[in-house]
Nanobody, 123 residues
Framework: VQLQAFGGGLVQPGGSLRLSCDVS????????IGWFRQAPGKEREFVAT????????YYGVSVKGRFTISRDNAKNTVYLQMNSLKPEDTAVYYC?????????????????WGQGTQVTVSS
């Protein structure tokens, strides 16, 4: 199983970015696919996740209302649209898959991780 995240970069405060995560080698349905982030010197933080069954979405408190997670099953891709970006959104963003039931806001629920893509919000 491989997850490849891309789309990060440098953006000014108030700007937008869309991250993508391509999934390959995963033939069966998963429980959830989501995004986490980690800033230097900080713990990993839950950003958003989308459930395989039903497509329900969940967001971290700090991004709710600004970020939107979506998926394209035909392309095996999940997206994270990030709007109204703030300097505190600066981090490496990782996509991950949870195979089975778990508490999806916890990183320990996820089995496969991508390599991460850097997002820097700065003027």
């Amino acid at each position: 199983v491989q997850l490849q995240a891309f789309g990060g970069g440098l953006v000014q405060p108030g700007g937008s970015l869309r991250l993508s995560c391509d999934v390959s080698g995963f033939d069966s349905g998963y429980y959830a696919i989501g995004w986490f982030r980690q800033a230097p010197g900080k713990e990993r933080e839950f950003v958003a996740t989308v459930m395989w069954s039903g497509g329900s979405t969940y967001y971290g408190v700090s991004v709710k209302g600004r970020f939107t997670i979506s998926r394209d099953n035909a392309k095996n891709t999940v997206y994270l649209q990030m709007n109204s970006l703030k300097p505190e959104d600066t981090a490496v963003y990782y996509c991950a898959i949870a195979k089975d039931y778990g508490i999806v806001i916890l990183g320990s629920a996820y089995d496969y991780w991508g390599q991460g893509t850097q997002v820097t919000v700065s003027s």
